[in-house]
Structure formats: structure tokens, C-alpha cells
């Protein structure tokens, strides 16, 4: 939503710069650090995004401020006296700040829409303001502002607290009372340990001498790939591109209002330090030995906390929220596929990445989840895949009681299900679900099943993992000509399939390789992210919920709730070559097991035939194995 473009009249630019020389007199530009404009940085967190360029501060619910250019933030929901406050010691203006005056005033009606994403506070301001109909002046301002940064201190690390991690992150919601960060987690990046194998791992740069310098900024190869996409290849650094690469690519396919791009605060390293020493014993400790918090890093993004609703609970009541990690919910059917790896086309790489997994140690037992349930559009299967994450949840189910983890694994994986881990749960149950002892987990695990299919997330979610048309068997080759280099894969390959189909991907003109390529990683983003869906119960009689509804009939409950996605993070370039490299491993291990598996049963079923050869009359190992189970 662009608003109307009028000219600044006199009367209202004159009142801007005595508003700007106020700030001035009252010293308040003293204060405030001087950044540019390009900085995403500059975010105090006192604005509200209207779309992909432009930004509303806020003076007051009646008055509101400065649209940037090329400068995208979120809204932090404060009361109104914080919000002058803020404003007054956010926005100051000198004589060398170059306020080129594209300026206009727009009346805030047709902003509502721009509200709908967001809090009950910035619907009701919208709307409130609508109905005055205020004129807005929205200013665009180029080259520099002044904004004051928030930095989080040392002073501030206490109100922090370990929310979960994953492998490039570390997640703490917050517990202080500062308006600013209530309903918001703090996302903050961690750096490989020296010696842990993901320090070889491409979002490291294994070929750059220092892991961390990797993370400053595109390389020259990505930003080729990314160029087309507003600002993106351009962008100073690693942590600006990632945050546009959601704004610009992930928000638009997944729906700007399941998605909080989020914004970027500084930490100084004495908070992360201390952060760090306080989440120690909280973290799993084979997590410990991989990574630690990256000192070098002196931002974090701050997210909205999805676990709860921005208002908080209605009347002291609960928010119930679970996340989900759907992981690829198709089967690749890409020609590209060779023969020797025919198996990806039946069989699903969760199932067969279970099977490397187990051997390889990183789980004990293999989970019956099946991707192709959960994003098949059908409840049943829904149903099937969710009852199947709650006996094996490992990385890919957690519950959050008022954003306390009451079910799964704290920063990592959780192992079967135990009866004393399902009897705890159901009984915490007690304050959500209205049944009798026994029945409240799978009325709870029918609510999500209901919210999952009635929200059509996962069906837009699979629209975006299929943009990988290819398969890495494919992509691969479309990689090796992006960055000029010679093709790996095709060195593997026998000159026959070198003649024929692959030939074809290397014929490509550059464009196409490289759409490709941006393709697969876009889609690489939507098989490993997660979802959170919360609930809240929904009052008696309340019908003018902003939330989306779900009725249990079973228990004659009505609830409200919203779904997100987070963990939406761009994927380097360098990765296509560990994602070949992992297809092979994961096919390759899948087929010996399944082969191992085959020999382990043909011999005793061969035995069981020398034994009693009247029992089974048939000659293949597999028909023999059949009879045998049929008869037992
Ligand atoms: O390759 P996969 O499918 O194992 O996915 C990785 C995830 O493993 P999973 O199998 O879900 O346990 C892995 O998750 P865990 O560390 O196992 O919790 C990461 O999400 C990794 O992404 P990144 O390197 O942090 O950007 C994920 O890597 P990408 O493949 O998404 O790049
Ligand atoms: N916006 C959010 N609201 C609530 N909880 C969150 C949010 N973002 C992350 N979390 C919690 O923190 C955990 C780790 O976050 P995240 O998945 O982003 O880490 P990561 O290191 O990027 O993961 P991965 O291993 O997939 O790369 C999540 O599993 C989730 O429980």
C-alpha cells in the first residue's frame, strides 16, 4: 500500500522544522547516534511497516510520523505517553541531515490493511485514527537519519531467558517489563566451536580462514543469485540480506501475516558474554560442544514470541502453543533423478534420512512420521502425522504452556514418548483440554489436527518446497555454472548420462541456471523451517475475535488461534554442495540398510526352511519371508 503522493504544503514543512529545531534546542540530537540510512540497524523498534519501503513512525496514536525509503522495521507496541516519549528521543533532525522533501500527506484509511498483520494495538491505533481521519505526514528520507539504536547491556542480560536453540541459533524470550521487548524473543547467532564438525559447514565458509568473516557479507556468487531481488544482492552484509531475503522472498509466498521478518538490535559483548554463562546449564550439552554464542556478532534479531498472543492471555487464562517442523511433504519426481537413486521417488527423505540418522547415532529410535501425512491436505493424514510426532517428537514437535516448554526436547531432539512423559502431559493438560483423565491428549492432538488443516498453511507451505523441480540431482549442475566451476556431479557420472540429460542443464543460459539455483535454496528454506500454531480459549458468545476460531466438539470448547513461521533463514549458496553430498549419504545408506535388512531376514528364513523345508514352499528369499511372516 503506497499512500497517495501530495506535496508538503508550506504551513505543515515549516512546523516539521521548528518540530526538528525543538529536538534540537532540548538537546535530545545530542543523544542519538548517527547512522545510515541503509542500516536496518537504525531500528528502535518505533515504527510500523506499511510495505517493503516505507515506515510509519508513530508520535501518537493521533499523529503519525516518517515514512523511510528503503528502511523496513516493525512495530513494538508501547502505551501512548512511551510512544511521545519515544518518538522524542528517536527522531531528531540537524542541519546536516539531508531531508530531501518527497514529502506528502496521505489521509491513514486505506492503511488499515497494513495493520491486519499486526498487534490488536496497531489495528485499534488504525483504526482509531481512521475514524478521525487525521492527516498523516509521511516524509521519505534519503541519505542519513538520526535514530537512537537500542543496544541490550550487560544490565539487560538478566532479563533474558533460554527459550530453545537450533544449529545457527539460540533463542531467549524475555522476562522484564520493558514495553519494548514484552512478547518478543531475541534471536542471537552462534559460531561453531573449534574442532566441531559443523565448523567445516558452509554457513561457516569452510574455505574462509576466519568462520566468522564468512557471515559479514554475500559472496560475490550470491550476490549474482540474489541481484534480481529488491536491494538483496546489494546488501552490506549477511545479516541485512537475510533480512530481506525474508521480507522480500519468504514473506510474499508464505503471507505477511504468518511472518515476522523481525528487526535488528545491538548487543554488546559483555550482554552476550553474560547471556551466554546464564542459558550454560539450560542448553543440551552436545549442543554446548558444537557452538557457543557468537561474540563477533553485535546484533540479534528481535522476533515476536509466537508461543503467546501479543495482548497476553485473556483473563489470566492460558496460551497454548506447538511447533512444528514439517520437514519435505513430497516426493521428488525430477528426471534428473539417476537410476541408481530411484528410491528418492517412493520413498521420502525424512524416512530415509531416519535411517543415517540412527546410524549415525543422532537419534535412538526412527520416528513414524511421514511428511507426506502432514502437508497432504487430507485431516485424517494430518491427524495420523501429529499423533505420530507426539510419540517420537524429536526436532519436530514441542508444546509451550504460556510460553514454557512443557512437552519435547529443550533446544534439541526428544526420544519415544514414555508413559511417565504422556501421563505428566496429559496432566498438564488439565487447565486446557475439559475432559476426563485419559482423553485429554488426544482431544488436545484432534485441536491442532482441526487448526493445522483449517488454517491451509501447510498447503501453501508445500507450494513453496516444490519449487525445487529439479531435485539436487538436477540443481547441482545448475550450481557449477553459476559459480564457474567444474561440475562435480557430472564427474561422478558415466559418459552416457553425460551425453544426454545433464548436457542439457549446462547447455542453460546463465539466467535460467541461476533461477534454478535460487529456487532449490528458497525451497531448501521451506522444508526446514517450523510452525508454531497458538491457542487461547475463546470466551462465551465472543465472535468479533480477530483470530481465526477452532470448535472441539468433543469437549465443546472453542478456541482462538494464529500460526507463524519462523526459522526462515536464507541458505548460503556453498550448501548445494553438502546437500548433493547428503542426498548420496542418505540414499546410499538407506539402500545397504534396506539391503542388510533383506539378508538378515532371506538367511533366517532360509534357516527356518532347512529346518522344516515343508513348511515354506517358495524359491525368492522375499516370497519365502512373506510366507513366513503370513503364517506366523
Ligand atoms: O538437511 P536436514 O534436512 O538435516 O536439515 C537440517 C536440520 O536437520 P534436521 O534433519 O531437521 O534435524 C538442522 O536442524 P538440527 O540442527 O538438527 O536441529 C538445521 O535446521 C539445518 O539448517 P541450518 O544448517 O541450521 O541452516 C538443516 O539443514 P538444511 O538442509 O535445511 O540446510
Ligand atoms: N519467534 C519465535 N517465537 C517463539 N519461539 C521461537 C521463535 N523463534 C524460535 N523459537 C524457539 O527457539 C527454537 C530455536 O529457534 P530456531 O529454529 O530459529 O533456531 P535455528 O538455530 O535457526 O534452527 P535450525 O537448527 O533449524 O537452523 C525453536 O525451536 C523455537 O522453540
Not at 36 to 60: C, H, M, R, Y
Request: aromatic content about 8%.
Amino acid at each position: 500500500m503506497h499512500p497517495p503522493s501530495t506535496n508538503l504544503s508550506n504551513v505543515e514543512l515549516v512546523g516539521l522544522l521548528i518540530f526538528a529545531g525543538f529536538l534540537r534546542f532540548c538537546g535530545l540530537g545530542s543523544k542519538i547516534e548517527r547512522r545510515k540510512l541503509d542500516d536496518p540497524a537504525v531500528s528502535t523498534g518505533w515504527a510500523s511497516a506499511i510495505n517493503n519501503q516505507e515506515l510509519l513512525f508513530w508520535i501518537s496514536p493521533r499523529c503519525c510520523l516518517v515514512a523511510f525509503d528503503n528502511y523496513v522495521l516493525n512495530f513494538v507496541e508501547i502505551d501512548n505517553q512511551l510512544l511521545d516519549e519515544a518518538l522524542i528521543s528517536n527522531i531528531g533532525c540537524n542541519d546536516t541531515c539531508n531531508l530531501q522533501m518527497q514529502s506528502r500527506i496521505y489521509t491513514p484509511a486505506p492503511s488499515i490493511d497494513a495493520f491486519t498483520s499486526g498487534s490488536d494495538y496497531q489495528r485499534n491505533l488504525a483504526t482509531e485514527s481512521s475514524k478521525q481521519r487525521h492527516s498523516f505526514l509521511c516524509l521519505s528520507l534519503h541519505l542519513y537519519v538520526y535514530g537512537m539504536a537500542v543496544v541490550l547491556e550487560k544490565k539487560d542480560a538478566g532479563d533474558w531467558i533460554y527459550r530453545g536453540e537450533g544449529a545457527a541459533n539460540i533463542v531467549l524470550s524475555y522476562n522484564g517489563s520493558s514495553p519494548a521487548f514484552v512478547g518478543k524473543v531475541l534471536r542471537i547467532q552462534k559460531a561453531p566451536r573449534n574442532g566441531s564438525p559443523r565448523c567445516e559447514s558452509p554457513r561457516y565458509g569452510s574455505d574462509n580462514e576466519d568462520n566468522h568473516s564468512a557471515e559479514l557479507a554475500l559472496t560475490t556468487d550470491e550476490c549474482l543469485l540474489w541481484k534480481e531481488i529488491e536491494d538483496l544482492g546489494s546488501a552490506p552484509s549477511r545479516e541485512i540480506a537475510e533480512q530481506l531475503y525474508v521480507q522480500h522472498i519468504i514473506t510474499p509466498l508464505l503471507g505477511s501475516e504468518h511472518v515476522d521478518a523481525g528487526i535488528r538490535v545491538h548487543v554488546s559483548s559483555e550482554f552476550l558474554e553474560l547471556v551466554e554463562k546464564n542459558v550454560l546449564c539450560q542448553r543440551p550439552s552436545w549442543r554446548v560442544d558444537a557452538a557457543k554464542v557468537n561474540p563477533l556478532c553485535d546484533y540479534a534479531l528481535l522476533i515476536s514470541d509466537h508461543s503467546i498472543f501479543p495482548q497476553g492471555n485473556l483473563k489470566g487464562k492460558f496460551s497454548i502453543s506447538v511447533e512444528i517442523k514439517p520437514k519435505c511433504g513430497f516426493l521428488p519426481d525430477s528426471r534428473f533423478i539417476s537410476e541408481e537413486n530411484a528410491i528418492k521417488k517412493r520413498i521420502t527423505r525424512f524416512k530415509m534420512h531416519q535411517s543415517l540418522k540412527l546410524h549415525q547415532r543422532e537419534i535412538s529410535d526412527t520416528s513414524e512420521y511421514d511428511p507426506l501425512d502432514m502437508l497432504s491436505g487430507s485431516k485424517e493424514r494430518v491427524h495420523k502425522a501429529i499423533t505420530a510426532l507426539f510419540c517420537t517428537p524429536q526436532n519436530n514437535f514441542r508444546v509451550f504452556l504460556n510460553g514454557s516448554l512443557i512437552f519435547g526436547g529443550l533446544g534439541g531432539g526428544a526420544d519415544i514418548t514414555s508413559c511417565m512423559i504422556g501421563n505428566a502431559f496429559e496432566d498438564v493438560l488439565k487447565c486446557v483440554i475439559q475432559a476426563d483423565d485419559g482423553l485429554r491428549t488426544t482431544n488436545f492432538l484432534q485441536l491442532v489436527t482441526e487448526a493445522v488443516s483449517g488454517s491451509g498453511l501447510l498447503d501453501r507451505l508445500l507450494e513453496v518446497q516444490k519449487l525445487d523441480i529439479f531435485d539436487i540431482e538436477g540443481a547441482i549442475h545448475a550450481y557449477y555454472d553459476v559459480v564457474s566451476q567444474p561440475c562435480i556431479a557430472c564427474r561422478d557420472l558415466g559418459e552416457d548420462q553425460l551425453s544426454g540429460r545433464y548436457a542439457y542443464l549446462h547447455s542453460m543460459p546463465l539466467d535460467k541456471s541461476l533461477k534454478i539455483v535460487r529456487d532449490y535454496l528458497i525451497a531448501a528454506t521451506a522444508k526446514d523451517l517450523s510452525m508454531m500454531i497458538s491457542f487461547r480459549p475463546r470466551e462465551d458468545g465472543d465472535v468479533e475475535s480477530s483470530y481465526s476460531g477452532v470448535f472441539l466438539e468433543t469437549t465443546n470448547q472453542s478456541f482462538d488461534y494464529k500460526a507463524s513461521f519462523f526459522d526462515l533463514d536464507m541458505k548460503p549458496l556453498k550448501k548445494m554442495e553438502h546437500y548433493y553430498e547428503l542426498d548420496q549419504q542418505i540414499v546410499s545408506c538407506y539402500t545397504q540398510m534396506v539391503k542388510r535388512k533383506n539378508k538378515v531376514e532371506n538367511a533366517a528364513t532360509i534357516d527356518a526352511y532347512a529346518r522344516d523345508p515343508t513348511e515354506n514352499r517358495c524359491v525368492s528369499g522375499y516370497t519365502l519371508f512373506k510366507v513366513q511372516a503370513e503364517s506366523s
